[in-house]
Nanobody
Framework: QVQLVESGGGLVQDGGSLRLSCTAS????????MGWYRQAPGKQRELVAR???????????SVKGRFTISRDNARDSAKATLYLQMDNLKPEDTAVYYC???????????????WGQGTQVTVSS
């Protein structure tokens, strides 16, 4: 079962930047598609960015042009590191951010069942 550890969250002002990191281990293979999700209080978890094993990316409209997803695939084929550079942050970006492995790069591909603890991002106005 994949293990996921997110870090890098914090409190920033409107317009600020943060860089999130996610360490994934016990992957079936580190070329799997991966994604960043977020969940705001009282809302469902949503996918905000995804990246294929070869580096193709896609973003939710709400973060397009402000967030950048990237990855490093380790020599160990069971490990990878995922990043999310978040610029021009807005109060509506406030949420707990999670990473996960995806069942594919296609739209709607499901995440793995296991989730990490997430990292809190709070943007003050």
């Amino acid at each position: 079962q994949v293990q996921l550890v997110e870090s890098g969250g914090g409190l920033v002002q409107d317009g600020g930047s943060l860089r999130l990191s996610c360490t994934a281990s016990r992957m079936n293979r580190n070329t799997n598609a991966m994604g960043w999700y977020r969940q705001a209080p009282g809302k469902q978890r949503e996918l905000v960015a995804r990246i294929s094993g070869t580096g193709s990316t896609d973003y939710a409209d709400s973060v397009k042009g402000r967030f950048t997803i990237s990855r490093d695939n380790a020599r160990d084929s069971a490990k990878a590191t995922l990043y999310l550079q978040m610029d021009n942050l807005k109060p509506e970006d406030t949420a707990v951010y999670y990473c996960n492995v995806l069942g594919g790069y296609s739209q709607g591909a499901p995440p793995a069942d296991n989730w990490g603890q997430g990292t809190q991002v709070t943007v003050s106005s």
